[in-house]
């Protein structure tokens, strides 16, 4: 049961569209523990969100609750959007599941249910190219060049699917990478660490190589994901070559460029022997460096076996620029 000074709350909130503690405290003049008691509690019954990091921290009403009993959502609704649904607002929050998706909804004036069992349509299409639960990216590898040096290519998802845009994988990515953010690159990794656990078992994996980043940043996310996954595997020595002027893959549209600029700029330096190699890159647009990188593997001999490629996330089609991260 909500009480006189949470009803208060609830009204200043609804009015303002949005409030601090600082505002609180003056308006209902009760003490910063006390505002802070009851804004915990409207949190615990699901009609305020918390939104911002101290010192700025605001509070504002919470729609998903309402959109729920306005339509009486399918549960199971609820649920499948839940674990696959992120929206990331253009100031920067992060909204996981049911809640994001109605927000999305509302900017898009578009109406959550019918909306809703569409987009289960479209994940469900896209599902049916996941095995053992990632894609075959060999296809697109083999309509894209003549010749493939990688004996096997998987993605953990696709980066964007039709109409809704990039997928809750591909939005953690993207926002990890640009952000560097070390609490989401971390986050990122967690989530995908069971499923490349997996894929090292299933191909007998001895050694893994790290593709290295073409564009400077002061975290790097390869490097992130290198020392945080900690694969029980010996790592393969691999470089970026510097040049005067930084030309990074995803500014290339031309695959003919992006493949000399793998060529030319990645080096692979290990002079051990390997049965079977896990090359690991966040995105696959065009391929041109994972297939780039496992020629090198097999012109020096290091692999005696298979050469599998892992990519986070993937295009769906053949050439495509993931511009973006």
Known sequence: MTTNTRSTIIKYIQSHRQASVHELTSVLNITRAAVHRQLNKLIAEDNIQKIGKPPKVYYRIKIVS???????????????????????????EALEGWEGFIVWCNKTNQDPIKTSNEYIATLNKFDKYKKNGVIDGMPKMK???KKVYLDKLFYLDFYSIERFGKT????????AKQSQNRTLISQLINHIKPEIMKIVKRQNIEGVLFIPPTVKREVQFMRELEKKLR????????????????????TLSRL??????????IIVSDANKYK?????????????????????????GLVDSQIVGLAITGSFKGFDVISEI
């Open 66 to 92: 309402q959109i729920e009993e306005i339509h009486k959502v399918d549960k199971e609704i609820i649920d499948f959007i839940n674990k696959n649904y992120l929206y990331i607002s253009p100031t920067g």
């Open 143 to 145: 309509d894209t060049f």
């Open 168 to 175: 809750k994988l591909g939005q953690m990515l993207l926002y």
């Open 231 to 250: 694969l029980p595997l010996r790592i393969l020595d691999v470089n970026k070559i510097k040049t005067d002027i930084i030309v990074p893959q995803k």
């Open 256 to 265: 003919g460029d992006r493949i000399e600029n793998a060529q030319k700029t």
């Open 276 to 300: 079977n190699v896990l090359l690991i890159d966040d995105a696959v647009g065009s391929g041109a460096t994972m297939n780039e990188t496992a020629m090198q593997l097999r012109k020096r």
